[in-house]
Nanobody, 115 residues
Framework: QVQLVESGGGLVQPGGSLRLSCAASGSIFSINAMAWYRQAPGQQRELVARIGSGGRRNYADSVKGRFTISRDNAKNTVDLQMNSLQPEDTAVYYC?????????WGQGTQVTVSS
């Protein structure tokens, strides 16, 4: 009932920045938390950043001070501004929303940090 489409991934040099965007469509009312996860090859998917319906933000320790999550409820989008990117940030990044106790995931967008 909720479709998520990510954009903004790509290749960036260490120290660079990227901004990921996720647009939600479908049954977008009553969305609670929105978040970004990431998964590197051979590793578990991990929570990168989360933003609740009231704007409370949570970040993984590894990205605190470098990443910023934001949401625009009017446009049904959630963004992830990523600064000071490092090679360890390389992963597929997934948009996530929770609506009425159900989870929805985007298709993922590749972020590669390399010189």
């Amino acid at each position: 009932q909720v479709q998520l489409v990510e954009s903004g991934g790509g290749l960036v040099q260490p120290g660079g920045s990227l901004r990921l965007s996720c647009a939600a469509s479908g049954s977008i009312f009553s969305i609670n938390a929105m978040a970004w996860y990431r998964q590197a090859p051979g590793q578990q998917r991990e929570l990168v950043a989360r933003i609740g319906s009231g704007g409370r933000r949570n970040y993984a320790d590894s990205v605190k001070g470098r990443f910023t999550i934001s949401r625009d409820n009017a446009k049904n989008t959630v963004d992830l501004q990523m600064n000071s990117l490092q090679p360890e940030d390389t992963a597929v990044y997934y948009c996530y929303v929770n609506r009425q106790l159900r989870d929805y995931w985007g298709q993922g967008t590749q972020v590669t940090v390399s010189s």
